[in-house]
């Protein structure tokens, strides 16, 4: 409220609380107006989504893949990274535009940068199970991890299960008979 007694406050440079909420509305509606059409924009559903990521990972990754485990590191991975289903769609171009079967077919001419960087994090992702290196990281593919694959029939995941990996339901073999006393 205006003191009509202080001159050190000329009408011609009051703001009223209205005027300031008005203008303040105003900037910010016009800072948020080039956002407006990527808003707009038509999204892929995340099964759609998981699809793409998966549809690339069999190309980038010459094994046979778990999709479940595809579909929750392909949603971990996009919240990292927002512009992952570009450049899933870029390599995917260019897979397509190679008729690549294969990585070896098309990973030469995928340039350096942001597209390639995303190759190599999803490769890196299906064979150490986690999406990043951090130590509090997700696991995401404990027993399916790729690095896991080639030792599987000689080296146990270290686990406290009973049973093996992932094993936590599984009964318990029986003692061997006990002597009694």
């Known amino acids: 409220m205006r003191d009509r007694y202080r001159d ?17 509305l105003l900037v910010v509606g016009i800072a ?21 990521f998966m549809e690339i990972s069999s190309l980038l990754v010459a094994h046979r893949l778990n999709a479940e485990v595809g579909k929750r590191m392909a949603a971990a991975m996009g919240a990292l990274n927002l512009s992952l289903s570009p450049q899933i769609d870029g390599l995917l171009a260019i897979a397509r535009e190679r008729n690549a079967r294969v990585v070896e077919d098309f990973f030469a001419d995928v340039p350096d940068g942001p597209l390639k960087d995303a190759a190599l994090s999803i490769i890196s992702a299906w064979y150490l199970g986690v999406v990043t290196d951090a130590p509090d990281a997700e696991v995401f593919a404990y027993e399916h991890a790729l690095m896991y694959q080639p030792t599987r029939d000689i080296m146990t995941i270290p686990s406290y299960a009973i049973s093996g990996p992932n094993g936590w339901t599984a009964e318990a073999p029986p003692l061997s008979n006990m002597p009694e006393f």
């Open 8 to 24: 050190d406050s000329p009408s011609a440079f009051s703001l009223a609380r209205r005027e300031l909420l008005v203008g303040g």
């Open 32 to 52: 948020a107006l080039p956002a407006v059409p990527a808003l707009a924009a038509p999204t892929s559903s995340p099964d759609q989504a998981a699809a793409r």
